[in-house]
């Protein structure tokens, strides 16, 4: 089944074969928290998450926060939960910018999901290990690749390249499956 999807990207499968699945999923609330490292503890205390100190790593359940950069983070909740975190008063140097509207998310699933990736991403799939995140290129557009299994992924696309970096995907997913 392939489904080019309309110009709001709204939720269920773009496309779906036996390589893979791609799906745009339902938004969640963002956020771009910086602090310094003496900071931390105090910026992630205040937000209710222990905030992880090495790139890739991910705390959180229901409030996710992926560190993408020494003293930076990616916070992911669901939209209704959003409010916590704009009347949240945190008593340190911080930055905490809401990105929610800036990007889009993808699930890239199936058998040859991370076969699909390789087609637009320069880096070995392994080095991202389940359970851990990365900021990276996908064929020049920056994306935050989300590992949830050994072929489960998510992928954060900034809403003006999200057109360009879906219909790579789609081709890659008929192209995988014809193959």
Do not use: Y
Not at 30 to 40: C, M, Q, T, Y
Not at 156 to 164: G, K, L, T, V
């Amino acid at each position: 089944m392939l489904n080019i999807p309309p110009k709001d990207f709204t939720t269920g499968i773009v496309a779906e074969n036996a390589a893979a699945r791609v799906t745009a999923l339902d938004p969640v609330a963002r956020f771009s928290l910086r602090a310094h490292k003496g900071d931390r503890e105090a910026v992630g205390s205040a937000l209710g998450l222990d905030l992880p100190m090495r790139v890739g790593q991910v705390a959180g359940e229901e409030m996710r926060a992926l560190c993408i950069g020494p003293d930076e983070w990616l916070v992911h909740l669901p939209e209704a939960a959003a409010d916590r975190v704009r009347e949240v008063r945190i008593d340190a140097p911080h930055s905490l910018t809401e990105i929610t509207d800036r990007e889009l998310s993808f699930r890239i699933d199936g058998p040859r999901a991370t076969e699909l990736l390789t087609l637009g991403w320069p880096r070995d799939p392994a080095s991202i290990a389940v359970g851990e995140g990365r900021r990276t290129v996908f064929d020049g557009a920056s994306v935050i690749l989300w590992r949830d299994g050994e072929e489960d992924w998510r992928m954060d696309i900034w809403r003006s390249f999200a057109p360009h970096v879906v219909s790579l995907l789609v081709t890659g997913c008929t192209e995988l499956a014809a193959g």
